[in-house]
């Protein structure tokens, strides 16, 4: 029954990878957003006072940075479906993803 | 002509057909919860997911000619066919092939006749473990795999079609809950925008995923059939033109659009919003990627279905309707036993009626059967035109609003 161990080894992987990936990314996504909204000045429909509040620099800044950590997530999955079909594989041993050869 | 060659190119005829339906089976995974959010026109979504299946179908440049070894055994490791069926220009294992595929297209047609979203890998496991009992025996099953990883029926597809729903489901749902905490109070037009665009580009992920994982386990069936009958020699690599016509197969498969499929997943199952689409879509993308990295083989229908669940159980306020999962549920379950039914039923006749006659009598009888159920369907027809209309169930009143 080695199969029901290597389910579970390779199970909790997935829940790992699909918690910081599945969700954490489009978590991030929806920062991006609502940084994006806080710079328009459209984090909440209308300001304290009742009327727009004021645009603001930072809130650009923010978005960019979140809405960067999607694209290289994406990245990662595009480069992961290409290595795949050319029968190589990412390794994640150093760290840094690197295309090796398939074992 | 003689008579193996006949089998063959029924084989291969049979196999295509088998691609074609997995891609209209499988358009919904990738693409229901843009098309209910209307993030996307039903026509637009489906040419999109067509094209992408063909890239992705075409990318596959090493294709593992073991596909069957996860679950019958009648081939060795290296993927050469095994010599005891070759006999009579490959016919005895040709036939259980041809056995394998007319299970694994009669469950597929008859579950989008009903719009359930079943597993494709599942039904064709199905045909082929249900063949080779009829054909070899219960010692023909690789049942438990060889204790070195995951494999067998039991590693390759009663485990991993238990775990992966609920970890879908799990990863979904944590990220349509983080997606409305941090985006509550933020107007719309900020919102809408930018989700639609995230869920075109996960689903659009999801759809090459599904077009390198798919199409080679056919492109494996038919150049098995090619070893098998003596027209093929190689065992690392396939011809070219099965590749093309397998990622033609499936790519237009998934143009004609699963549409029954669809509206289950996109309308009945849940009610989708885009945020929630987004974080379905990651939720699956992260999953097949990861398990298929880990070797972990799992179906993209169980883990389509299970985010689409998990949005409906993240979002507050969000309606699963458990009847319709109950019915998905039913139809998973009983995929594989179902599947396997009628190829052990298919192997047995054509075994009866004799090589070349047989595998003509089982192709015309499932050609149709295949008639039948889409003349049915056109009583009912889903299409482009109403995928997206209300949804009601059938045997209970809609109750009227307060």
Redesign the interface.
Known sequence: ????G??FE??W???L???????G???V??????S??YA?G????SGADGGPAAAKPLGTVLAGACFLV?ILG?VL??T???A????K??DFGSGIPTLVD?S | MSESLVILLLVVAVALAFDFTNGFHDTGNAMATSISTGALAPRTAVLLSAALNLVGAFLSIEVALTVTNAVVEIQDSSGAPRSEYLTDGGSPLLLIVLAGLVGGIAWNLLTWLLGLPSSSSHALFGGLIGAAIAGLGWGGVNWLGNGEELDGVLGKVVLPALMSPVIAALVAALGTWLIYRITRGVAERFTERGFRWGQITTASLVSLAHGTNDAQKTMGVITLALLASGHWSDTASVPFWVKACCAISIAAGTWLGGWRIIRTLGKGLVEIESPQGLAAESSSAAIILASSHLGMALSTTHVATGSILGTGLGRPGAQVRWRVAGRMLVAWVVTLPAAAAVGAATWYLADLLGGGLGAVAVTLLLALGAAGMWWRAHHEPVGAHNVNDDWHEPSRPVPAAA
Do not use: D, Y
Not at chain 1, 29 to 34: D, L, Q, S, T
Not at chain 1, 42 to 45: E, L, P, Q, R
């Open positions: 029954m080695e199969n029901f290597f389910a390779a199970g992987q997935v829940v990878v699909g918690v910081l990936l599945g969700a990314l489009p978590a996504f929806a920062a991006g957003i609502r994006l909204a328009g459209g984090a909440t429909t999607v994406i999955g595009l992961f479906i290409l795949s079909g050319f029968g594989e990412l398939k």
